[in-house]
């Protein structure tokens, strides 16, 4: 935020939109947002585009430019959210997060990259001058996020490298990341995401469950709690979770598979099971 505008970088999720919202109204104390940017268009990311956009007659939204097509058809399974699952309301756009254009932000320029990898139309954003780093899901204090097109079979994990090979170029001082706090030791949390890349790389199936316990955690975060027999309902229909288990654990029954992912979360301390009822921790 400026003299001249507000803006704010990704909305959250759906059910977390009346609170994104007034924390907004909190921080603007009655000015207007005029800027909204997605970095990538996941529903954890944009879910709450459409609350803000009702909230805010004049905002603007950008939005990366690969998915501009499915966002304006309003196309919801491009748009990953029918075949994990998850909810998003439908929103629309005014302009084009261009990768390799610049951007002006609070007074400052802003460098525009595409990283692909966790989503391949995802961006980052970069100010060269305080070198501060706006990382989204590519690269996290811990990791990074799932690399999604690695879970529908498409090979995607040389993309997360060769995208941490650019944050490393870029060398920032300050990464604010789509997930957690934001932090300085770049150099560490690459060595971590590095590490995690080839363990992924070496042993796809890793990666797999690793994906399959984030979608079911996201659900139940939502849900905080749910009946076994619902959450097999959900999950019966989730495509991703399908496609995993044909994928990775072919010939072992899908319930039994399930069971498996879910005592994967048990043992970390992300679930627990209260007789019949999961819930979250």
Same mark, same amino acid.
């Given at each position: 935020?400026?003299?001249?505008?507000?803006?704010?970088?990704?909305?959250?999720?759906?059910?977390?939109?009346?609170?994104?919202?007034?924390? @907004?109204?909190?921080?603007?104390?009655?000015?207007?947002?005029? $800027?909204? $940017?997605?970095? %990538?268009?996941?529903?954890?990311?944009?879910?709450?585009?459409?609350?803000?956009?009702?909230?805010?007659? &004049?905002?603007?939204?950008?939005?990366?430019? /690969?998915?501009?097509?499915?966002?304006?058809?309003?196309? &919801?399974?491009?748009?990953?959210?029918?075949?994990?699952?998850?909810?998003?309301?439908?929103?629309?756009?005014?302009?084009?997060?261009?990768?390799?254009?610049?951007?002006?932000?609070?007074?400052?320029? =802003?460098?525009?990259?595409?990283?692909? /990898? %966790? &989503?391949?139309?995802?961006?980052?954003?970069?100010?060269?001058?305080?070198?501060? @780093?706006?990382?989204?899901?590519? *690269?996290?204090?811990?990791?990074?996020?799932?690399?999604?097109?690695?879970?529908?079979?498409?090979?995607?994990?040389?993309?997360?490298?060769?995208?941490?090979?650019?944050?490393?170029?870029?060398n920032p001082? @300050?990464?604010?990341?789509?997930? /957690?706090?934001?932090?300085? &030791?770049?150099? +560490?949390?690459?060595?971590?995401?590095?590490? +995690?890349?080839?363990?992924?790389?070496?042993?796809?199936?890793?990666?797999?469950?690793?994906?399959? +316990?984030? @979608?079911?955690?996201?659900? $139940? *975060?939502?849900?905080?709690?749910?009946?076994?027999?619902?959450?097999?309902?959900?999950?019966?229909?989730?495509?991703?979770?399908?496609?995993?288990?044909?994928?990775?654990?072919?010939?072992?029954?899908?319930?039994? =598979? *399930?069971?498996?992912?879910?005592?994967?979360?048990? +043992?970390?301390?992300?679930?627990?099971?209260?007789?019949?009822?999961?819930r979250d921790?």
């Open positions: 935020m400026d003299e001249e505008s507000a803006v704010l970088i990704d909305s959250g999720y759906v059910t977390h939109a009346p609170q994104t919202l007034a924390l @907004l109204q909190r921080a603007l104390n009655g000015r207007p947002l005029d $800027l909204l $940017l997605n970095t %990538h268009l996941h529903s954890d990311h944009c879910g709450g585009n459409h609350a803000l956009q009702n909230a805010y007659a &004049d905002l603007q939204t950008w939005i990366p430019p /690969g998915h501009a097509s499915a966002v304006a058809q309003w196309d &919801d399974a491009a748009l990953s959210y029918a075949p994990t699952g998850q909810e998003c309301p439908r929103f629309h756009f005014q302009g084009l997060l261009q990768p390799g254009s610049e951007i002006r932000l609070a007074g400052l320029t =802003w460098q525009i990259h595409s990283a692909p /990898g %966790h &989503d391949p139309h995802s961006v980052i954003l970069f100010d060269p001058v305080k070198r501060t @780093l706006i990382s989204a899901d590519a *690269l996290w204090q811990h990791g990074f996020g799932v690399v999604f097109p690695e879970l529908e079979g498409v090979a995607a994990f040389h993309e997360v490298a060769q995208t941490l090979d650019l944050i490393e170029s870029l001082m @300050l990464v604010i990341p789509g997930h /957690g706090a934001p932090f300085r &030791d770049c150099a +560490k949390a690459l060595e971590v995401a590095r590490q +995690k890349l080839t363990a992924f790389t070496r042993n796809p199936e890793k990666h797999a469950r690793y994906g399959a +316990k984030v @979608l079911i955690k996201f659900k $139940l *975060l939502e849900w905080h709690q749910i009946d076994k027999v619902m959450f097999m309902a959900w999950a019966e229909k989730n495509q991703y979770l399908r496609l995993l288990q044909e994928t990775h654990a072919f010939g072992q029954p899908y319930a039994e =598979w *399930l069971d498996m992912i879910l005592a994967e979360l048990i +043992k970390s301390q992300a679930l627990e099971i209260d007789g019949s009822v999961l921790i």
